[in-house]
């Protein structure tokens, strides 16, 4: 069944990053959705606030930039937080911003090797694997978690065909971002590659949806079935101000209990 989530854009103060994700939880929405961006708000802070502060909601962060980011430094705080969190925590990786990883001296001549070695060697660590590789990026030297966290899952966030594949190949779900005319496709693209690679577990698909926070219940459920019809496990929405930017503030709110009867109309239709 596709499950729906509210997103809280970056630069929001940790008071409403709380409070959304209190409201949230309370409309029995299955997950909060973050992420880290340059230069605005990290995604593991504002991801153990909301996940402190709730009982049962799944956080996610779509997603955690890879060239910001030492992959056993990443591994040992995903780890932190799944094992705090257990079975509650989504953690997505991707490319990120190349023009706000080329301000950090992070930019890679080919991002998709750098996605692959990073993606590769992070699922090694958090399953407990003790990891020697000498890539064209990621190097380590016998790097091993004390505490390790085979049971979470890693996401990539993916656009384009070859990296949809390298999501389907390496990850354990993909986050797509793409409008409805590109979704099915990319399901595919991405699906097709986790079957040929064999690996186990399922594998979710994640597409954020962006909707006005004015929109109406039947609004919100007739694109959440298009969006289950296209294969997406979990629906992230974004609420819009009028001016079309991701609204943070106190309309946020507003769109939660809108998010919550959607997907009541999106469960009876199934």
């Known amino acids: 069944m596709t499950t729906v989530g509210l997103i809280v854009p970056p630069d929001q103060p940790p008071h409403r990053i709380r409070a959304a994700a209190r409201a949230a939880e309370d409309a029995s929405l299955d997950s909060l959705w973050l992420w880290e961006d340059c230069f605005a708000t990290s995604g593991m802070g504002p991801a153990a606030v909301a996940l402190a502060d709730t009982q049962r909601l799944r956080v996610g962060v779509g997603l955690f930039p890879v060239p910001l980011r030492n992959v056993a430094l990443t591994a040992m705080e995903l780890a932190s937080l799944a094992e705090i969190f257990p079975g509650r925590f989504l953690p997505g990786i991707g490319h990120g911003v190349q023009e706000w990883m080329a301000q950090v001296g992070g930019r890679a001549a080919s991002p998709l090797t750098l996605l692959r070695e990073y993606a590769t060697a992070l699922r090694a660590l958090l399953d407990g694997e003790r990891v020697t590789t000498d890539g064209r990026y990621v190097r380590l030297d016998e790097v091993e978690l004390r505490r390790p966290t085979p049971d979470l899952p890693v996401l990539v966030g993916a656009e384009g065909p070859r990296t949809l594949a390298l999501a389907g190949e390496v990850g354990d779900g993909v986050i797509l971002a793409g409008d409805l005319d590109s979704l099915l496709p990319a399901v595919r693209t991405a699906r097709a590659a986790h079957e040929s690679a064999a690996r186990p577990g399922p594998f979710d698909v994640v597409g954020f949806l962006s909707v006005s926070v004015s929109a109406r219940p039947g609004q919100v459920a007739e694109l959440l ?14 609420g819009l101000s009028e001016e079309g930017v991701p609204e943070g503030g106190e309309r946020l709110l507003d769109l939660v209990p809108v998010l919550a009867e959607a997907s009541t109309l999106l469960t009876g239709r199934s």
Do not use: I, K, M, N
Request: with cysteine.
């Open 225 to 238: 079935a298009r969006y289950a019809a296209a294969g997406v496990d979990h629906v992230p929405v974004c």
